[in-house]
Structure formats: C-alpha cells, structure tokens
C-alpha cells in the first residue's frame, strides 16, 4: 500500500519593496509588505510589516509583527509584536501586545479583557 505524504501548500502574499498597492486587500492566509499598501488589510493569518513598508489603512489579523510603519487602526486577535523601528499612528486592540524599547506608538490602546468587561 503506497503511503499518503500531505504537503502544506500554504503561500505567504507579498507586496515587494518599491510597489505601491493601492486598494482593500483580504487573504485566508498571511501576508508580508515590503513595500506600500494604501488600503485596509484583514486576513486570517500572519501580517509582516518590514522594516521598509507601511500600511496606510486598517488593519484586521490573527498575529502582527510590525517592524515599519503604519497609519491606521490595528485590530490583532492574538499577538502584536512591535519592533524597536515601529511607526504606529492610530488606535490598537489586540488580545496580547508586545512593544521593543525604541518603538513609537501615538493612539489609544484597549485589551480584549478590557472590551468584554464593557
């Protein structure tokens, strides 16, 4: 009896350093911007944000890790990671936030906890 070997196919989108992508963009995976995204995001996966890109628009995922810049509200329903070369302007709501010594971060911030208990 031959064996079955299943094999994740799973790709990560992404928008390459010197391309501009203007326009909403969903995704049931995750997604990494090198380079701009003038729209709002919401996927079911991962978003990277290197050091070069930047999202102006909101942005909806599961897990963040947000090395460049963004302007716009982040809603993340697990793990936002900022590093220390984050540019955050706008408002947060995430379930678990992590911030490196260097980031900067202008808006307000609520925990999930905090929206229940409202």
Known sequence: ???????????????TEGTVVRGNITSPGDFRIDGILEGNIVINGKL?????????????????????SVEGNI???ELLS?????????????????????????????MFDEIKDN
């Open 1 to 15: 009896m031959a064996k079955t070997i299943e094999v994740d196919n799973k790709l990560i989108n992404t928008i």
């Open 48 to 68: 990277v944000i290197d050091r070069n890109g930047k999202v102006i628009g909101d942005i909806s995922c599961q897990n963040a890790n947000v090395i460049g």
């Open 82 to 110: 900022l590093n220390s070369t984050a540019s955050i302007k706008g408002d947060l709501v995430v379930n678990k936030l992590s911030i490196e010594p260097g980031a900067s971060f202008t808006g307000s911030c609520k």
């Open 75 to 77: 809603r993340v329903n």
